[in-house]
């Protein structure tokens, strides 16, 4: 892997169209390499449903959307907030909603510099804990997550191709008392 040379900041309403575009690309990627046919993959309105969604992410107050920039070009993107579950899970966890990266870009560094994001949104709000849904085909997010530190906590819900989305939780706690109890130290994110 090589380090990503990306920038992050705030996403603009004015990236909209670039973020929805990497978004397509990640998700037929994926889905595809998780066996997929491409009548699956989207409906002729997904775009446009993913446009919608993401402007909402953009423009709500309870989001934190990032993206990933190289030059002026939009190569990642992360949107971070409170978990969809309620207001009790919303007192101890953020939920990591989507990260994309660009698919020329996968192996580069840039998910993990849109992941550290994620974790310091968790330690700046005091919250130990993180979830997700990862696809459970999604092998190469499933592996990226569980190389930092992510474990599947028992839920699912249904997802495409008859297959289910999994929940994944980090811990932030156990991440920690993990690297004192092995001597190494947990980089600061």
């Known amino acids: 892997m090589t380090t990503s040379p990306a920038l992050m900041r705030p996403a603009r309403f004015g990236d909209l169209a670039a973020i929805v575009d990497l978004h397509t690309q990640a998700r037929a990627a994926y889905y595809q390499a998780g066996g997929l046919p491409g009548s699956e993959i989207d409906s002729p309105d997904g775009w446009a449903r993913r446009r919608a969604s993401w402007a909402q992410a953009i423009q709500s107050g309870a989001m934190t959307v990032l993206c990933a920039v190289e030059d002026t070009e939009v190569v990642?993107?992360?949107?971070?907030?409170?978990?969809?579950?309620?207001?009790?899970?919303?007192?101890?966890?953020?939920?990591?909603?989507?990260?994309?990266?660009?698919?020329?870009?996968?192996?580069?560094?840039?998910?993990?510099?849109?992941?550290?994001?994620?974790v310091r949104f968790l330690r700046e709000s005091s919250l130990e804990t993180g979830l997700l849904d990862a696809w459970e085909r999604n092998s190469r997010a499933l592996a990226f997550y569980t190389r930092q530190g992510w474990v599947p906590?028992?839920?699912?819900?249904?997802?495409?191709?008859?297959?289910?989305?999994?929940?994944?939780?980090?811990?932030?706690?156990?991440?920690?008392?993990?690297a004192a109890s092995s001597g190494t130290s947990q980089p600061r994110a």
């Open 153 to 178: 906590d028992g839920h699912r819900r249904p997802g495409p191709g008859g297959l289910d989305f999994l929940r994944l939780r980090l811990d932030l706690h156990d991440r920690v008392s993990a």
């Open 76 to 118: 990642g993107v992360v949107a971070m907030g409170p978990p969809k579950e309620g207001a009790e899970a919303a007192r101890s966890c953020g939920q990591l909603h989507r990260i994309h990266v660009r698919p020329d870009r996968w192996g580069r560094g840039v998910g993990g510099l849109l992941h550290a994001e994620f």
